[in-house]
Nanobody, 124 residues
């Protein structure tokens, strides 16, 4: 079992920045590929970004490419999501997720473990 706890959400104005953190515990963190998803009210949970075991490979949704950066610190068992140039449409609950495999496509059903989420609200 892997336990994931997100933090860092909040209210920010459009154009601002936030950094989300996800602390992992349980099984060895470095064995897991980590990802961020988000879910806006009334919508499906969508892929945002993923990072491989060593942090050498990343993947982003087109909607956040160039604005968001995913990173990890295996010594701290933590994955981060730096979000810059935030837009009102980025408003959502953001979830951290873990999986053994680095995939070519990402979906909610492909992840094994989930955190409870942290809310990000971007005002216009």
């Amino acid at each position: 079992q892997v336990y994931l706890v997100e933090s860092g959400g909040g209210l920010v104005q459009a154009g601002g920045s936030l950094r989300l953190s996800c602390a992992a515990s349980g099984r060895p963190f470095s064995r897991y590929v980590m990802a961020w998803f988000r879910q806006a009210p009334g919508k499906e949970r969508d892929f945002v970004a993923a990072i491989n075991w060593s942090g050498t490979e990343t993947n982003y949704a087109d909607s956040v490419e160039g604005r968001f950066t995913i990173s990890r610190d295996n010594a701290k068992n933590t994955v981060y999501l730096q979000m810059n140039s935030l837009k009102p449409e980025d408003t959502a609950a953001y979830y951290c997720a873990a999986n053994i495999y680095y995939l070519s496509t990402w979906s909610e059903g492909s992840m094994d473990y989930w955190g409870k989420g942290t809310l990000v609200t971007v005002s216009s």
